[in-house]
């Protein structure tokens, strides 16, 4: 009972607390929010009472709200101006009512209102948040089309849109048609550029910016640090987050996160974590990613130790945790971590509500295959579902290595009847069951039909797999079907590995 009155009592708090804010208090309109609202004072102030009021559910993001007003202007025998529409369209587009939006920017030229820059600067604000590049590109163009000049903030708009959806080519197009560059243009550039691994391009525009006397900050730097440290040459972007203090910038826990997935991404795990230390120093805060490029080096050195504990240091820090930190934790511990460290760390993540991703799962199922922990690596495949992970063919092999190598290559014989429902059978699974199948001297017959199954996959059987099940022949006193296996090998262009078993 306490519960519920304490409950309720946080409840009716929440709902005073939205009454104080409710945009449209101060002038007199009463209503629920997001639904249809009846006018008191502001029908008697007039139009800029209206306007003034759907303003301000704009600022709210309170679409639904700003509609209502738009619409019951007539009943109060007024007509909406070009201040009621932008204003009613900027709060669809901050509410990304976008197809709201575009309605009314066509209801303008029905009741005869001109749009001007704020009319479509609305919309594309709003485009350039969902990514939508093309319809951002067409209102340009119909603004051209209307003889209206597009400002900064509108060429801007649509060059996010397009960083958004990766569309770096119709960002520099649209750059290379803006009457005026300037420096956030640019940088929304550079970062289209960066995202699709066109380092050099943004290379040459972040050298252009200074050329044209545009000021550089850090965030054109980050930008191209980030698409250096991906898909570039990794040592140019430590050299950019150097000369950032040359050129007075402040180095801020973007560049330095760059920069440390740049050693991470050579193998320097020392330097990584040095450059993590001295953020404390530098008075920056380290962030998720921050510590997401300490754990990804520990990964290249096999450091597992480490990377549990910089998860630890994340926790005491108050760090948001993701499914990104408990994976780049998990990563390192394919090299060496015991399984129930493992296992445990798996645990902990689902504990925090994160659940794992694919990677993650594949590098717990790898330590259950080096230490043979078939059934822990039965109990990860049964959790897939609840995970909503699809396993891939690589999760598959390691489940069956783990049930080979502890001896149970029935279990193992089972995944892959699993497996083939969605994959061919592949080397490194069958070659598992055949090395396993080597010690049970009644195993020739499934030896061949191994072999056969991944010759029926169109998967060339290796040298390992002939030589297991030469093996099996071998040991069973099969002597006619060891040289019908010579024979295959041969015709495999393996000869060498026939004169081994001779």
């Known amino acids: 009972m306490a519960g519920d009155c304490q409950s309720a009592g946080g409840h009716a708090k929440l709902r005073s607390h939205s009454r104080r804010h409710e945009p449209w208090a101060s002038v007199g309109v009463s209503g629920a929010r997001g639904g ?37 202007l007539p009943r109060h025998a007024l007509r909406g101006d070009a201040v009621s529409y932008n204003s009613a369209i900027a709060a669809c587009g901050r509410g990304l009512a976008i197809a709201h939006a575009m309605q009314l920017l ?11 820059e704020a009319s479509y600067g609305g919309l594309l604000g709003a485009l350039a948040t969902a990514g939508r590049w093309r319809e951002a590109n067409a209102l340009l163009q119909d603004m051209s089309g209307e003889r209206i000049l597009p400002d900064g903030f509108c ?19 649209l750059l290379a048609g803006l009457p005026e560059r300037d420096a956030v243009s640019v940088n929304g550039v550079i970062s289209a550029c960066g995202k699709a691994g066109r380092w050099d391009l943004a290379l040459s525009l972040l050298s252009a910016m200074s050329e044209a006397g545009l000021r550089r900050d850090v965030v054109s730097f980050a930008a191209v640090m980030t698409a250096c440290e991906k898909d570039g040459p990794w040592p140019l972007a430590l050299s950019l987050f150097a000369l950032l203090t040359e050129v007075q910038l402040r180095q801020d826990v973007v560049t330095y996160s760059s920069a440390m997935a740049a050693y991470s991404r050579g193998a320097q795990w020392q330097a990584t974590l040095v450059l993590l230390w001295e953020m404390d120093d530098a008075s920056v805060t380290p962030n998720e990613f921050s510590f997401h490029a300490a754990m990804g080096a520990c990964a290249s050195e096999g450091a597992w130790q480490l990377a549990m504990a910089l998860l630890g240091v994340m926790q005491r820090r108050g760090v948001r945790l993701s499914t990104a930190s408990f994976c780049a934790a998990i990563s390192p511990v394919e090299m060496g971590a015991p ?37 822990a690596a039965l109990q990860l495949l049964r959790e897939v579902d609840a995970w909503r992970l699809e396993p891939q063919m690589t999760t598959w092999d390691r489940a069956i290595g783990a049930c080979a190598g502890a001896g149970h290559w029935a279990h193992g014989l089972e995944l892959l009847r699993r497996m083939m429902h969605e994959w061919p059978p592949s080397r490194i699974g069958v070659g598992a069951l055949l090395r396993s199948l080597e010690r049970s001297w009644e195993s020739w017959l499934l030896s061949l039909c191994l072999l056969q199954c991944l010759v029926d996959g169109a998967v060339d059987p290796d040298c390992a797999a002939y030589g297991a099940a030469l093996k099996a022949c071998h040991r069973s006193r099969l002597h006619q079907r060891s040289l019908g296996l010579a024979v295959a090998l041969d015709d495999a262009g393996l000869s060498g590995l026939r004169r081994v078993f001779k």
């Not at 066509?106 to 001007?116: F, H, Q």
């Not at 760390?345 to 799962?361: F, G, S, T």
């Open 155 to 173: 060429f801007r708009a649509a060059i996010s849109a397009c960083e958004k959806a990766g569309q770096w080519q119709a960002a520099v197009a």
């Open 36 to 72: 249809w609202l009846g006018f008191s004072a502001a029908a008697a102030s007039g139009l800029v009472s209206h306007n003034v009021v759907i303003n301000a559910c704009g600022q709210a993001s309170d679409w639904a709200s700003a509609l209502g007003l738009l619409a019951a």
């Open 106 to 116: 066509s209801d303008m030229s029905v009741v005869r209102i001109p749009p001007d």
């Open 339 to 375: 399984w129930q460290k493992a296992v445990q760390l798996l645990q902990a993540a689902l504990d925090a509500e994160c659940l794992p991703d694919v990677i993650a799962l594949n590098a717990v199922l790898g330590v259950c295959e080096v230490s043979r922990q078939w059934l």
